[in-house]
T-cell receptor, first 115, second 113 residues
Framework: DSGVTQTPKHLITATGQRVTLRCSPR?????VYWYQQSLDQGLQFLIQ???????AKGNILERFSAQQFPDLHSELNLSSLELGDSALYFC??????????????FGQGTRLTVV | GQQVMQIPQYQHVQEGEDFTTYCNSS?????IQWYKQRPGGHPVFLIQ?????EVKKQKRLTFQFGEAKKNSSLHITATQTTDVGTYFC?????????????FGKGTKLSVIP
């Protein structure tokens, strides 16, 4: 158990819909990352938050948005869903901030299927 | 933007053979990390390299960071079936002011018993 909790584990929804994925980081971790992993693909970086502020942005679509709340949990919102958005979405957390870099702990992922 | 490339994409080895995966970055990295993802699982941290030319060992695994801090490798000696999974490198380039942890596409290792 990595200590990172993602909900839900599985999500099936129709095209055009909107979903929210939730992530609770490890206790004490201030950084949260979101990644998208399509079948047999690598981990595509979407966005990173540190202590409530956006810190780095990857190839995140305009239809996607995220935020980190004061209690440090994070949500990834995916709207106007398309078939191609079907993927495994991972959240990871780390202590890393402006200082050193530490390992990222990954949650179990949310498998999103758009039909 | 920062790109991290990994080769090969797939590797099939006979149990007992050695395995190496290579990672190359388009920019100089501050740190490089390696992760392993078992089939159906999530990535799990293996190690972090920080210094130019650094070599670290974990039992049968040897990790290297290039002198220019733009490339890295993971070598597994005498593979076992428990080594099956996808190995990812992930680079950080703090010099660009970004804290993005960029992953390579990974090398999927299959071990034939």
């Amino acid at each position: 158990d990595s200590g990172v909790t993602q909900t839900p584990k599985h999500l099936i929804t129709a095209t055009g819909q909107r979903v929210t994925l939730r992530c609770s980081p490890r206790s004490g971790d201030l950084s949260v990352y979101w990644y998208q992993q399509s079948l047999d693909q690598g981990l595509q970086f979407l966005i990173q938050y540190y202590n409530g502020e956006e810190r780095a942005k990857g190839n995140i679509l305009e239809r996607f948005s995220a935020q980190q709340f004061p209690d440090l949990h994070s949500e990834l919102n995916l709207s106007s869903l398309e078939l191609g958005d079907s993927a495994l979405y991972f959240c990871a957390s780390s202590v890393m901030g402006t200082g050193g870099y530490t390992e990222a702990f990954f949650g179990q992922g949310t498998r999103l299927t758009v039909v | 933007g920062q790109q991290v490339m990994q080769i090969p994409q797939y590797q099939h080895v006979q149990e007992g053979e050695d395995f190496t995966t290579y990672c190359n970055s388009s920019t100089t990295l501050s740190n490089i990390q390696w992760y392993k993802q078992r089939p159906g699982g999530h990535p799990v941290f293996l190690i972090q390299l920080v210094k130019s030319g650094e070599v670290k060992k974990q039992k049968r695994l040897t990790f290297q960071f290039g002198e220019a801090k733009k490339n890295s490798s993971l070598h597994i000696t005498a593979t076992q079936t428990t080594d099956v999974g996808t190995y990812f490198c992930a680079g950080i380039n703090s010099g660009a002011g970004s804290y993005q942890l960029t992953f390579g596409k990974g090398t999927k290792l299959s071990v034939i018993p």
